[in-house]
């Protein structure tokens, strides 16, 4: 009788003490049971079922129910959620019959706080649970008779079903971050169950059930529509450890505001206890899923039945709808003095719901206007360069459109400018007439005529002055200050530019048609003499290019697969001088005569006017690196036929070493004399001689 009642009393304890520390391998979906801090994470009102059937292969198995429900709640009109509550009711037996069963009510809330993008869950469980044993599904050996069970027979003992029962409260605490979809990328959560420590001495003397402490994690990470979430829940009581780590894959098909829906696979291990593997269905009505246990433990197949723990959990999700009163906001901008509209800058940022950045209300506007939200906080910025900024507090609760009227007073601070035109080149102060751009309309507003000039402008904003005399070009100076003080300037004036108008065009002489080539103009005389300038790189030529009156010049048109073409211009007027220039394509027996290419009278030395034409040479083998040439020597009908030959041989051969000193293979090249044999023209007059006199470039190979 007494050992039957002891291990009764000891059995109700443990089965208590259960009830109180059970565990689901789906512990999120249970935050009574491991984290009840955790239902600060939920966004929507959460109804959860779950259920567990455990060591199956036992005859009368442990058996787990609970239902908990969740509710968060929001500030009026801002939606912002600021607290959760929930209820549960977990009801754990053992036995087909459930003759040891316990029930277990509980309350939770939790209060959040905000930290940066994060959220800290500051929370509590309160719960009541009562423990019973049935006697009537207990056999003893007095109901054996002959061997038979007759259960109408007594036990043969003096028995009442023993109660366990106490109230048990445990704070929590969670420090976790969702996304934008409400779901979670990380938390961490610490509880202390049990702090009260029960009393259960009307069973065995002194007992208090024990304090049990729990530390909850996860993290997710996302991959596109992959998500993984390794979870980890350990809970220590006494001496006893509970240790689960896994991790959660989940493939979404949808993943917006819209619509949530995927497929999940999970696997975990309880040490020293089980393997886990589950299946899950996502979505953004309701989650549901199973897992099954795979004993390891020496409980695993005590009657060779090979069974685990089955578990299933639906939790259904009600989205909360957002109560939102609204309100138009109209801004009207003005200037203080003038109470004339303004345009500016506005800014609106919400107070209440702590935004970070403020949104655009209207940029470079007089007015404008927006929906708000009634009964929240808004800080409105309107801003102006050269006017004080106005910030306005704006909270509104009766629901009526608001006019909100802003008046900016200018920020006047002046600079003083000093200016003096001079002539560039003489350095004497020219006379000119000023103009200001007015930056509002954009219209030139005269200044006067001035050699010096000195006058107030404000800080802060850009200026444009534009000065103007007969005979110079204009001259413009802008100039921005963001401080008092004085700043002196000087308009360095240039002469109007007297020149003609090279109006030329470029042909392919065999199609005839434009191509795009370079162009350069080289002055070859007056006191601009050896100065380029670039009228077009790999272009058509402009328009119109001027070339100064009263000077020389020679015009460079090169163009890879053509020959060089230089024209030879002299501006003596203001007109416009019309050119069409034909470039030869590069063929292999094509060849075109070398102009200006100079020698000492009666011998092959080069002149020195001759190098700017040979450098012309060298970059064109170097602009077409693949083709051969033939440098052949030509020389008029005066002097013998002998002397005239070895004269074309070496000139062509100075030619060709002259190039070899610029950087091109002398095998790309051969020197050639031809004498007087092949001239261009008579030898009877001194014209046609100083055509014979030449060098020809002849195209060999390409």
């Given at each position: 009788?007494?050992?039957?009642?002891?291990?009764?009393?000891?059995?109700?304890?443990?089965?208590?003490?259960?009830?109180?520390?059970?565990?689901?391998?789906?512990?999120?979906?249970?935050?009574?049971?491991?984290?009840?801090?955790?239902?600060?994470?939920?966004?929507?009102?959460?109804?959860?079922?779950?259920?567990?059937?455990?060591?199956?292969?036992?005859?009368?198995?442990?058996?787990?129910?609970?239902?908990?429900?969740?509710?968060?709640?929001?500030?009026?009109?801002?939606?912002?959620?600021?607290?959760?509550?929930?209820?549960?009711?977990?009801?754990?037996?053992?036995?087909?019959?459930?003759?040891?069963?316990?029930?277990?009510?509980?309350?939770?809330?939790?209060?959040?706080?905000?930290?940066?993008?994060?959220?800290?869950?500051?929370?509590?469980?309160?719960?009541?649970?009562?423990?019973?044993?049935?006697?009537?599904?207990?056999?003893?050996?007095?109901?054996?008779?002959?061997?038979?069970?007759?259960?109408?027979?007594?036990?043969?003992?003096?028995?009442?079903?023993?109660?366990?029962?106490?109230?048990?409260?445990?704070?929590?605490?969670?420090?976790?971050?969702?996304?934008?979809?409400?779901?979670?990328?990380?938390?961490?959560?610490?509880?202390?169950?049990?702090?009260?420590?029960?009393?259960?001495?009307?069973?065995?003397?002194?007992?208090?059930?024990?304090?049990?402490?729990?530390?909850?994690?996860?993290?997710?990470?996302?991959?596109?529509?992959?998500?993984?979430?390794?979870?980890?829940?350990?809970?220590?009581?006494?001496?006893?450890?509970?240790?689960?780590?896994?991790?959660?894959?989940?493939?979404?098909?949808?993943?917006?505001?819209e619509k949530i829906m995927g497929f999940g696979?999970?696997?975990?291990?309880?040490?020293?206890?089980?393997?886990?593997?589950?299946?899950?269905?996502?979505?953004?009505?309701?989650?549901?899923?199973?897992?099954?246990?795979?004993?390891?433990?020496?409980?695993?197949?005590?009657?060779?039945?090979?069974?685990?723990?089955?578990?299933?959990?639906?939790?259904?999700?009600?989205?909360?709808?957002?109560?939102?009163?609204?309100?138009?906001?109209?801004?009207?901008?003005?200037?203080?003095?003038?109470?004339?509209?303004v345009k500016a800058k506005a800014e609106i940022?919400?107070?209440?719901?702590?935004?970070?950045?403020?949104?655009?209300?209207?940029?470079?506007?007089?007015?404008?206007?927006?929906?708000?939200?009634?009964?929240?906080?808004?800080?409105?910025?309107?801003?102006?360069?050269?006017?004080?900024?106005?910030?306005?507090?704006?909270?509104?609760?009766?629901?009526?459109?608001?006019?909100?009227?802003?008046?900016?007073?200018?920020?006047?601070?002046?600079?003083?400018?000093?200016?003096?035109?001079?002539?560039?080149?003489?350095?004497?102060?020219?006379?000119?007439?000023?103009?200001?751009?007015?930056?509002?309309?954009?219209?030139?507003?005269?200044?006067?005529?001035?050699?010096?000039?000195?006058?107030?402008?404000?800080?802060?904003?850009?200026?444009?002055?534009?000065?103007?005399?007969?005979?110079?070009?204009?001259?413009?100076?802008?100039?921005?200050?963001?401080?008092?003080?004085?700043?002196?300037?000087?308009?360095?004036?240039?002469?109007?530019?007297?020149?003609?108008?090279?109006?030329?065009?470029?042909?392919?002489?065999?199609?005839?048609?434009?191509?795009?080539?370079?162009?350069?103009?080289?002055?070859?005389?007056?006191?601009?003499?050896?100065?380029?300038?670039?009228?077009?790189?790999?272009?058509?030529?402009?328009?119109?290019?001027?070339?100064?009156?009263?000077?020389?010049?020679?015009?460079?048109?090169?163009?890879?697969?053509?020959?060089?073409?230089?024209?030879?211009?002299?501006?003596?007027?203001?007109?416009?001088?019309?050119?069409?220039?034909?470039?030869?394509?590069?063929?292999?027996?094509?060849?075109?005569?070398?102009?200006?290419?100079?020698?000492?009278?009666?011998?092959?030395?080069?002149?020195?006017?001759?190098?700017?034409?040979?450098?012309?040479?060298?970059?064109?083998?170097?602009?077409?690196?693949?083709?051969?040439?033939?440098?052949?020597?030509?020389?008029?009908?005066?002097?013998?036929?002998?002397?005239?030959?070895?004269?074309?041989?070496?000139?062509?051969?100075?030619?060709?070493?002259?190039?070899?000193?610029?950087?091109?293979?002398?095998?790309?090249?051969?020197?050639?004399?031809?004498?007087?044999?092949?001239?261009?023209?008579?030898?009877?007059?001194?014209?046609?001689?100083?055509?014979?006199?030449?060098?020809?470039?002849?195209?060999?190979?390409?």
């Amino acid at each position: 009788m007494k050992n039957l009642l002891s291990i009764l009393f000891i059995t109700v304890l443990a089965v208590s003490v259960r009830a109180q520390d059970a565990f689901y391998s789906n512990f999120e979906y249970s935050t009574a049971l491991s984290n009840p801090s955790a239902i600060g994470m939920r966004d929507d009102i959460n109804l959860t079922l779950i259920h567990r059937s455990q060591w199956m292969s036992i005859v009368q198995p442990f058996s787990t129910s609970q239902f908990e429900g969740i509710l968060p709640i929001r500030k009026a009109n801002s939606n912002k959620k600021v607290a959760v509550i929930s209820g549960s009711f977990i009801n754990d037996r053992v036995g087909e019959g459930g003759y040891l069963r316990t029930n277990h009510f509980s309350l939770a809330g939790a209060y959040l706080l905000g930290i940066g993008k994060s959220q800290l869950s500051i929370g509590a469980k309160v719960g009541y649970f009562n423990g019973t044993t049935d006697i009537g599904q207990i056999q003893t050996g007095s109901q054996f008779q002959s061997g038979n069970y007759n259960s109408s027979l007594s036990l043969g003992e003096d028995l009442t079903n023993p109660v366990v029962k106490g109230l048990e409260v445990s704070p929590s605490i969670t420090f976790f971050q969702n996304d934008s979809l409400g779901l979670n990328k990380f938390n961490l959560g610490v509880t202390a169950f049990n702090v009260n420590q029960p009393d259960n001495s009307q069973l065995i003397a002194g007992y208090k059930l024990p304090m049990r402490f729990s530390i909850v994690g996860g993290y997710t990470h996302n991959i596109n529509l992959l998500s993984i979430t390794p979870r980890a829940l350990a809970m220590v009581q006494g001496t006893e450890t509970h240790v689960l780590v896994g991790a959660d894959f989940a493939y979404y098909l949808s993943k917006t505001q819209e619509k949530i829906m995927g497929f999940g696979l999970g696997g975990a291990y309880r040490l020293g206890d089980a393997a886990v593997i589950g299946l899950k269905y996502l979505s953004t009505n309701f989650n549901i899923g199973v897992s099954y246990d795979v004993n390891t433990s020496s409980l695993s197949d005590p009657i060779g039945k090979k069974a685990g723990s089955v578990e299933v959990f639906l939790n259904y999700k009600i989205k909360q709808s957002e109560k939102v009163k609204q309100y138009f906001l109209l801004v009207n901008v003005f200037e203080e003095d003038s109470i004339t509209p303004v345009k500016a800058k506005a800014e609106i940022t919400n107070v209440t719901r702590e935004e970070r950045e403020a949104t655009l209300f209207f940029d470079y506007a007089e007015k404008g206007n927006r929906l708000i939200n009634q009964k929240e906080e808004y800080k409105l910025v309107v801003s102006k360069e050269g006017y004080h900024t106005q910030e306005i507090s704006i909270n509104h609760a009766n629901g009526e459109d608001l006019v909100q009227q802003v008046y900016l007073s200018k920020t006047i601070k002046f600079f003083d400018l000093e200016l003096e035109m001079q002539d560039k080149e003489t350095g004497e102060p020219v006379k000119v007439e000023l103009f200001v751009i007015n930056p509002d309309t954009g219209q030139e507003e005269s200044l006067g005529q001035h050699d010096k000039f000195n006058k107030e402008f404000e800080v802060g904003p850009e200026h444009k002055i534009i000065a103007r005399a007969e005979g110079y070009d204009d001259a413009e100076l802008t100039i921005k200050r963001d401080k008092e003080g004085t700043v002196s300037k000087t308009l360095l004036m240039n002469k109007e530019l007297l020149a003609a108008n090279l109006k030329l065009t470029v042909l392919d002489e065999s199609t005839k048609k434009p191509i795009k080539t370079n162009i350069i103009a080289t002055s070859v005389s007056g006191e601009n003499e050896g100065e380029s300038s670039v009228i077009a790189m790999n272009n058509l030529p402009p328009a119109g290019y001027p070339l100064k009156i009263n000077n020389k010049f020679e015009i460079l048109i090169s163009k890879e697969g053509y020959f060089n073409k230089t024209e030879k211009i002299t501006v003596t007027e203001m007109v416009d001088i019309e050119k069409v220039v034909m470039l030869t394509p590069i063929e292999v027996g094509a060849s075109i005569v070398v102009e200006d290419l100079l020698f000492k009278t009666g011998k092959t030395d080069l002149d020195e006017r001759s190098y700017r034409i040979l450098d012309q040479l060298a970059d064109f083998l170097k602009q077409n690196p693949t083709i051969k040439i033939e440098l052949q020597g030509h020389t008029d009908s005066d002097g013998s036929a002998s002397s005239n030959q070895k004269l074309s041989e070496g000139r062509a051969q100075s030619a060709v070493d002259y190039l070899v000193g610029k950087g091109i293979d002398r095998s790309r090249m051969k020197a050639k004399g031809y004498g007087e044999e092949v001239p261009r023209a008579t030898n009877a007059t001194p014209e046609g001689k100083a055509l014979n006199r030449r060098v020809e470039l002849k195209i060999t190979g390409k």
